[in-house]
C-alpha cells in the first residue's frame, strides 16, 4: 500500500520545490537564497546547527514569515498559495497550547482552525488520540501532561486536516528515549500513509533513522543535499592497525602515496577495499605483523560535523 501510495505522489512531482529563498531580518540575512527539493511521499529532513535557518524556512513555507524574495511551489501550486495551506499540518518547534485546555479540546481546537467540518470532528479526534497512544488521556488537561504526551498531542492536532504535508519542527525536543522511539513510528506511520513529512531536527542519530532525504543547512545556505545513505557513503573510510607502530620507512612509503598513518593506524579514503590490498601486500611484504582492517562507516553525525566544520575552518 505504502509503495502505491508514494508511487502515486512522486508521479506529482515532487511536494516542495523552493528554487529561492531568501529571507533578511532586518540587516541580517537568516535565508541566503536556498533551493531544495522534498521528494512526494518522503520523510525529509532538515538538519542544521542552532540559528541554521531551519524554523525560518518551514515558516516562509507556511506564510507565518514573509520571505525577502521567494520562487518555487509547494503542492504544486506556488509557495503562498492560500488554498494549498489547508492541505499542510504543522507542529511549531517549542509549541504550547493553553494549559486549561484538555488534548480532545487542543485536536478540536485545530480542526476548527483547519476547517474541519464539525460532523467530522468528534470521531477523527477520538482517532487521533487513539493513534498517539493518549486515548486515555484526552480528557484529562494539558497542564497535568508530561513533555512527551504533550507533544503526541502536538502530533495529534497537526495531523487533524489529513494533511498531504506535515512539517514537524523538532519535534522530539524535551523527550525521553522512550518518548523519541515512539514519535519516529509516528512519523513513519504518516509517511506509510502516503504523507509526506518534513522533519526539523537537531538530533542526527535520530533523523538518520527515519528520514530517506536529508538537507544540511549552515547560516542559511544547504551545504549538503541528498539520500541518507548517499551522503554517510561519502565519507566511507578503511583503517589498517599494525602491531606497534608502522615502521619509519613504510610509513614515508605510504605518505607520500597520500594515505595517512597515525601510530600503528593507517587510514585509506576509499568507497571499496580495492585500494587496501597493496597496503596489507607491503606490510606483509616487510613483516609488519596486522592487527586489524576495518571499514569506518560515517554516521550522519560525522558528515554533519565535517561539512559544518569545514566550513567554519574555510570562513
Ligand atoms: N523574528 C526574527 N527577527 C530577527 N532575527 C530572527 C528572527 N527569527 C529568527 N531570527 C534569526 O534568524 C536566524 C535563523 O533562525 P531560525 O530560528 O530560523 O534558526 P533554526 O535553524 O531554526 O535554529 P533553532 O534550531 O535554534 O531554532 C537566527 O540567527 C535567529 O536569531
Given amino acids: 500500500m505504502r509503495l502505491l501510495a508514494s508511487t502515486l505522489r512522486i508521479m506529482d512531482g515532487p511536494a516542495v520545490d523552493i528554487e529561492y529563498l ?10 541566503a537564497g536556498v533551493a531544495l527539493q522534498v521528494p512526494r511521499g518522503s520523510v525529509f529532513g532538515l538538519l542544521g546547527p542552532n540559528g541554521a535557518g531551519k ?13 525577502s524574495e521567494c520562487r518555487g511551489s509547494m503542492l504544486g501550486q506556488p509557495i503562498g498559495h492560500r488554498k494549498t495551506l489547508s492541505r499542510v499540518g504543522y507542529l511549531p518547534e517549542h509549541a504550547r497550547f493553553p494549559e486549561y485546555l484538555t488534548g480532545r479540546e487542543v485536536i478540536g ?33 494539558l497542564g497535568t501532561y508530561s513533555k512527551g504526551m504533550r507533544q503526541r498531542v502536538g502530533l495529534a492536532q497537526a495531523l487533524v486536516n489529513e494533511p498531504d504535508i506535515v512539517f514537524l519542527d ?20 504518516m509517511r506509510d500513509e502516503g504523507r509526506t513529512v518534513f522533519v526539523n531536527s537537531h538530533l542526527l542519530a535520530e533523523v538518520e533513522q527515519v528520514a530517506d532525504h536529508v538537507a544540511i543547512l549552515a547560516n ?11 551522503l554517510t557513503r561519502r565519507g566511507r573510510r578503511y583503517e589498517v592497525r599494525t602491531m606497534g607502530p608502522v615502521p619509519p620507512t613504510i ?45 569506518a562507516k560515517f554516521s550522519l553525525e560525522d558528515i554533519f560535523l565535517q561539512v559544518v566544520q569545514g566550513r567554519k575552518e574555510a570562513a
Fill in 251 to 295: 610509513r614515508a612509503g605510504l605518505e607520500r602515496e597520500g594515505l595517512e598513518v597515525k601510530g600503528d593506524l593507517i587510514i585509506l579514503d576509499a568507497d571499496d577495499a580495492t585500494p587496501v590490498q597493496p597496503v596489507i601486500d607491503l606490510l606483509r611484504g616487510a613483516g609488519v605483523p596486522i592487527r586489524e582492517i576495518r571499514e
Fill in 55 to 67: 524554523s525560518t524556512l518551514v515558516k516562509s513555507l507556511l506564510t507565518i514569515v514573509r520571505p
Fill in 220 to 230: 542559511g545556505r544547504v551545504i549538503e543535499t541528498g539520500t541518507v545513505a548517499e
Fill in 170 to 189: 523538532e519535534p522530539t525536543d524535551g523527550v525521553d528515549p522512550g518518548g523519541r522511539i515512539e514519535i519516529r513510528k509516528m512519523i513513519e506511520g
Fill in 109 to 141: 481546537y485545530s480542526a476548527g482552525l483547519a476547517g474541519v467540518p464539525r460532523g467530522t470532528t468528534r470521531e477523527r479526534t477520538a482517532r487521533l488520540l487513539e493513534r498517539v497512544g493518549m486515548a486515555e488521556w484526552g480528557d484529562k488537561k
Fill in 22 to 31: 531568501r529571507k533578511r531580518y532586518g540587516g541580517f540575512e537568516a535565508l
